[in-house]
Structure formats: structure tokens, C-alpha cells
């Protein structure tokens, strides 16, 4: 009859851990759906080139982009604000993976188009995907007159398809805490008809871009884009650029530094004059950086599913 | 001997089966949230909410994740997480207290009770005291809903709101609770 005293123990014990009870641990670990990871950038482009992001499912982002003269310009030039070249452009989210987006440039008065679809990704709970994995595909259709293309030459049919370029990227990137993220965006150039014989019509590019967020609302941004040997036409220069981002309520404002004029694949990719060494030097030396701003807002034009409440 | 025997076992018992047969629980339940200025409306909805009651001590929890509330715009739902819940540094808000007003026994049978519950709020990280009423509905067929209304500020839990927003943004946040419950087994 030794075990009545430890019976009685065990009835107090009982009762005193039921009064301290953690309730929900009975319920146990919650199995929870995938949860992706969000905001590796404030928006859909780094600054002239695609990040990660995809516009959300069911809006509209209209974006306003500007690219002014060369800084070097001087004070008459006020400092390259008096000529600017500007993209309109709408793009929307069809669904969580996939975007579209057109956009009209000033630049050879440019329509260019694009799709962009994430195959992978990245994953902070529930699946198990480190990136995220994106592809795009744009083209671009310059609407000059048939006198006024770079490439005018009296004795040469003026084909439309000679007028169409396309650009293939594809995007691997990580936000690797809330500071960084990182994007490596490697892709191909092809254009229908080159100025040169020797030009090539493929140009490929490794290239890369990357964040870090300095508060709440405002981020550093870079990018460069690397165009393989011998892809760059005579007098034209790798892009790099630099600005931030800047967030307000429904729109973010990226401000930047930019040696590219043009707003789509091939214009700054293959085509961008400014000199980072020429940022300071008189204007008669050539074209140094550009400031530039692009201005995004967003319109939820379908409400995603949710519960009503 | 015998009898002391079987009086010590029924009394070590006795508290298991008591709790087991008066604890009610849900994984479905809904939180909303509304912040209303002449700017702006923001909604949002939240229709995972974990939580526990025990009806024998009134002892009541709830647990929800920040992440899982909807918006009517994606890039509300992005701001809210990033901007203003750091939901990946404070990923839940929890809620733990007591239930006040209705008696276990009273659940059998149908009907509605007033009812108070007081205890400590935790959201971003914030522990504070909240006291609030609420309605218990019991449809007689062992549905018991738990419903209760309040307001809190996202300043009393170090949510900073930036002046050029400040309009957008109410002060204080109308709470909505609906909790239908089940027995646990």
C-alpha cells in the first residue's frame, strides 16, 4: 500500500499543472501552406533593368520614367533637366507568377513589350526554394520614319521586321535578409538589323543587380549590365546605374544615376552613350551620367479572393 | 484499503477528465480589422485564428499570424507586413486571458451570455492589458460562437505611423472577433 501516498502526490500535481496549462499547445504545431518570401525589392525593376518582383495579381501599375540629359551638360543645360527622353508604360499582374507590360518610349520612338513569368519561388516556411527563378521576354518596334532610323540607307528596303528587336532574361535572385537581395540577370540581345556588318545581331550580357534597404521606405539600389566581349557597337558603353528607391503610401519613386538614356532591353543594353568617367568633364569631351526617375503607382483592379467578413 | 485505493485514483483522474470534456477549440477563426479615416478605408481579414478555451476555468487563448491577414490591395498587405507589423521579426500576435460569465454547465443548453474577458495582448512584439465584453451563442446542437468587439492603437504597441500617412491611418483599429468553436475530444 506504499503507492496510496504517491497516487494522492499525483492527484495535486495534476491538478496544480492544469490550472498553469499552456491552452494552445494542446492544439500542437500548426501545418502551415507555403509562405513566399515578399519585397526582395520595392518594384518590379531595379532601375532600368527587371528585378524579382512581379507586379501583383490583379493590378495595374502604371509607371512614368524619365531620363534627362547628361549631368555634364553645365548650368545653360541646367544640368541635362532641359532635355529629357520619357517611357509610359502599364503593366499588370495576371497572377502571382505571371506579369505583362507594354510601354511607349521617346527614345526612336520605341513600343516595347514584355512578359515575365517566376518559375520558382522563394520560400520562407512551408516549400523549400532558396530563390526565385524568373523568366522574361520582351520586344521592342521602333515607329520612326523610314528617313530617320540610325540605320537610313536610301539604297536598302525598309523592312518592318528591321525595325523589331527582342530580349531574353533570365533572373536568379535572393533576398537573403531583410537588408539584401541580390539578383544575377544574364540574357541575350537580338536584334533584327545592325548598323555594321560586324555587329552582331545576338549580344549577350551577364549582368547583375542588387539592393540593400537603408529604412523602412527607402532602399539603395545598382545594377550593371555586363555585355560580353566584342557585343558592343563602337562608342557605346556598359550600363550602370544607381539610385534609390523611395516609398510612399501607393507609389514608390526610384531616383537614379544612370550612363543609359533608353528605357527598354536594347536601348540600355546595347545602346547606352554616357561615360561614368566623363560625370565631371566638360561637355564637349561627350555624354556623362544621366539622372533619371522613375515613378510607379499601382491600381488593384481585381481584388484578390478573401474572406468576407 | 481498497476504498482509500480507488478514492486516490479517481481523484488523480478526476482533473483530466473534467478538462477534457469542457475545452473548446478552433483553427478557423476569423479576426478583422478596420481602420477608417475621411482618406481612406483599410480592411483587413484574418480567417485562420487559432484559439482555446477552457470552459471549466475560463482560462482563454487566441493565436494568429500577421502574415495570414487579406487585404483589398496587394501592396496594403505588403506595407502592413514590412512597414508597419514586421511580421518577419514579430510573425504572431497572441492573446491570453480569462473568459467571465458563463459556466461551463450553462453550454449544454442553448442561449446567449454576456461576457467579460480580460488578459494580455501581445502584438509586434507589445504585451498589454486589454479588458473587453463579448457574446457567447449556444445554438443548442453544441455550436457555441464567441463574439466580441475592441478597439487598439498601434501606438500602444510601438507601430510607428509616418507623418505623410498619418491620415491614411486611423489612431486606433476596430477589432472584430468571431470564433466558432468545438468540442475537444
Known sequence: ?309 | MNLLKTFALSLALAPLTLAAQERYMTRTGHVDFHSSTPIEDIHADNDKVTSVWDATSGAIEFSLLIKAFTFEKALMQEHFNENYMESNKFPKATFKGTLKGVAADQLAKGGSYQVTVEGTINIHGVDQPIKTTGTITVDGKGGIRAESKFQVKPEDHGIKIPGAVRKNIAETMDLNVRMDYTKMP
Not at chain 1, 499525483?10 to 496549462?21: F, I, K, M, P
Not at chain 1, 519585397?39 to 534627362?68: P, Q, Y
Not at chain 1, 537573403?176 to 541575350?188: A, C, H, I, K, R
Not at chain 1, 545602346?271 to 565631371?280: A, I, L, P, R
Open chain 1, 1 to 309: 500500500m506504499r503507492f496510496i501516498p504517491l497516487l494522492l502526490v499525483a492527484a495535486l500535481c495534476a491538478t496544480h499543472s492544469h490550472a498553469q496549462e499552456d491552452l494552445l499547445g494542446l492544439l500542437g504545431e500548426e501545418e502551415s501552406g507555403p509562405e513566399y518570401t515578399n519585397a526582395a525589392f520595392k518594384t518590379t525593376r531595379v532601375i532600368n533593368g527587371h528585378s524579382l518582383e512581379n507586379t501583383a495579381a490583379g493590378v495595374l501599375d502604371f509607371r512614368i520614367g524619365h531620363r534627362f540629359g547628361p549631368v555634364n551638360g553645365g548650368g545653360r543645360e541646367a544640368y541635362g533637366l532641359d532635355g529629357a527622353t520619357v517611357r509610359l508604360g502599364f503593366d499588370y499582374g495576371v497572377n502571382d507568377r505571371l506579369m505583362v507590360g507594354i510601354g511607349r518610349s521617346g527614345y526612336q520612338k520605341t513600343i516595347d513589350g514584355f512578359v515575365k513569368y517566376k518559375l520558382v519561388r522563394q520560400c520562407d516556411a512551408g516549400c523549400k526554394a532558396p530563390i526565385t527563378l524568373a523568366v522574361v521576354a520582351a520586344s521592342s518596334m521602333t515607329t520612326l520614319a523610314s528617313d530617320q532610323v540610325p540605320w537610313y540607307n536610301p539604297s536598302r528596303t525598309d523592312y518592318f521586321s528591321h525595325r523589331l528587336s527582342y530580349a531574353w532574361t533570365v533572373i536568379v535572385g535572393r533576398k537573403f535578409n531583410e537588408t539584401l537581395s541580390l539578383q544575377l540577370n544574364p540574357g541575350v540581345v537580338h536584334r533584327n538589323l545592325v548598323a555594321a556588318a560586324d555587329s552582331p545581331n545576338d549580344v549577350f550580357h551577364v549582368s547583375g543587380a542588387g539592393r540593400v534597404k537603408l529604412t523602412k521606405r527607402l532602399t539603395f539600389n545598382a545594377e550593371y549590365f555586363n555585355v560580353l566581349p566584342d557585343g558592343l557597337d563602337e562608342g557605346f558603353k556598359q550600363s550602370l546605374s544607381v539610385g534609390f528607391d523611395i516609398e510612399t503610401g501607393g507609389h514608390v519613386f526610384q531616383l537614379h544615376f544612370s550612363n543609359s538614356a533608353g528605357m527598354f532591353d536594347r536601348a540600355f543594353i546595347t545602346e547606352s552613350t554616357g561615360d561614368w568617367g566623363k560625370t565631371f568633364s566638360n561637355p564637349s569631351d561627350g555624354a556623362g551620367v544621366h539622372f533619371g526617375f522613375n515613378i510607379s503607382r499601382v491600381f488593384t483592379l481585381h481584388e484578390p479572393k478573401r474572406p468576407k467578413g
